[in-house]
């Protein structure tokens, strides 16, 4: 009965050992060292040293291993559900290419479906580029699921992030850079548990600086082919950030064009890169021309045009009030607000951004990696590393230009923020092999303690520990308020017309409005109340649907039949 009782309480004065929350979590990463340390023998080096030898088995079990980890977790941690406005918009432009096309006509009573990232003229789209809504509509079509879709592009990562680092390093500190690509980026991260994307960006950036080393190397077909390919997945994910990673390529080369031969030879590879890029690019303009009506305006552009999300670094003042506002006319307002002050000139809010931003970068490195970091300034004396260091300054730089940061908009250099971890453990393992075991044990056994406390899926547990989880980011039980209406929706037969009505006192960013591609033959589509008189156009265009009245500022949010 003892046993039972020690996990009831994590307040020390009432727990049977006297333990709280962080005593368990020290005596379990103590006991998980313990265990290395007991298994941990020559025989396992040595079928370690047989594995790193056959480099494509090894890509398989690192792309198959996050996978299977993260299906283990469905039973506590089912197939994660939108709840940001960011997934709505990638999962539109998946339902628009599951059609078969680039955008949507607009509807036309298109004022009650206006949500955030979303236009509705000339087309009816979101506003983001293709890349993370064709990986999910890759994932529905062959699974059923867009997060199928997220899934593989993890998995995708994981493989050729092992790929990327063999081109930089030995086989041995490859594998190990595959397994750390694993616990980081695998089945409690961000990126396998959202729609908003990063993992197909990161493929982009392991094709790329994968094909780097060998390119300069041999100037092979193959190599410039993949560099390519990277290129163009960059531009269908992060076409501004794509201008960042072309910028790196070129200063990479730059000190090979000094020799005639190897110039000549690389010369050779351009039009190789640039055919093998040109159908992203080819993509890219088409979708622009279905959905702004120009091949050269982004949709995210002409969004800014007509939201103005955000168009400018000082504030200016909100004559209309919030609850007036359309969404993305709130959003700009707000984002002016928080991230300008005014007075402040611009260069003081670059660095200050810069600054703030430097705690986001934890989100690429797991906590014992820190101490491995300075040991990476060791390997600087080489052209090599220094321009990894110098890409890395590139990407924080010219991405702190934008207010808005999210680690996933410079995915891209996820497998260098990698190759930086393991270039340090190698300087350091030169200096103490002990220091460098260590360090990458506790890097193991902080994952394992994490995922085996989600593995376990013990709610009071689960939720006494979680205050003290860092940069784990994993949907537990149950959906969202929005979800658990879509749930009461789907046990009602017909379908149904949904209008929501916000309080005046409403948070703009708890959006709700958010449609198929096909609004016309959705099960629910969700409207914006816009008052009886115009709702009742709207019933009228939808005379078969059963409609009803959301208020999602009701504590819990009301669904009644709707009363005019």
Known sequence: MFFPHLFQSFIPRENPLGFGGADFIVLALTAILVLFALIWRPWVIAHVAKLE?????????????????????????????????????????????????????????????????VIQQPSYSSIYPIGQGLALAVGRVLFGRPWAGVV?????????????????????????????????????NEWMNDYWGGAVSAVAGCLVFG???????????????????????????????SVLLVLCVILFFLPALRNRDSARRLLRAVPIIALSAAPAILLTLAQNRQVTGSS?????????????????????PNPVPHNQLTPQQALAYRSQSSYHGAGTDTVNRYFGRLEYRARFYRF???????????????????????????????????????????????????????????????????????????ILLLSIAQFLFWYGLHLAGDPDFSLEVRRYETWDWINHQ????????????????????????YYPQHIFQDEWVYNEAEIDRAHIVWARDLGAQEDQKLIEYYPARTTWLLEPDFRPPRLTRYEP
């Open 53 to 117: 030898k056959r480099a494509l088995l090894c890509a398989i079990i690192l792309a198959a291993l996050p996978v299977v980890l993260r299906m283990a977790l469905l039973p506590g941690h089912p197939a994660p559900r939108p709840q940001v406005y960011d997934e709505f918009a990638h999962l539109l432009t998946a339902d628009t290419l599951r059609h078969f096309r680039l955008a949507n006509p607009p509807h036309p009573l298109h004022r009650f479906f206006e949500t955030f990232y």
């Open 152 to 188: 593989l592009s993890v998995a995708a990562f994981c493989g050729l992030c092992y790929w990327m680092l063999r081109g930089w390093t030995t086989p041995r500190w490859a594998l190990v850079g595959g397994v750390l690509a694993v616990i980081e980026f695998g089945p409690l």
């Open 211 to 241: 094909a780097l080393p060998r390119l300069r190397a041999q100037a092979r077909r193959r190599d410039a082919v993949l560099l390519g390919l990277g290129l163009g997945v960059q531009l269908l994910t992060r076409p501004f950030e």
């Open 296 to 316: 050269m305006t982004l949709p995210y552009m002409l969004s800014r045009y007509q939201y103005g999300v955000p168009t400018t670094f000082t504030i200016q």
């Open 364 to 438: 690429f490195f797991l906590t014992p990696l820190y101490l491995a970091l300075p040991f990476f300034l060791l390997a600087l004396r080489e052209f090599r590393y220094a321009w990894v260091a110098m890409t890395l300054a590139i990407f924080a730089l010219g991405s702190n230009f934008y207010p808005f940061f999210f680690p996933h908009y410079i995915a891209a250099v996820t497998c260098l923020f990698v190759l930086v971890s393991i270039v340090g453990l190698e300087r350091l393992n030169r200096l103490s092999r002990a220091a460098a075991r260590l």
């Open 478 to 501: 149950g959906g969202d308020r929005r979800s658990s209406v879509v749930d009461a929706l789907n046990e009602v037969p017909g379908d149904h017309l949904v209008f929501v009505r």
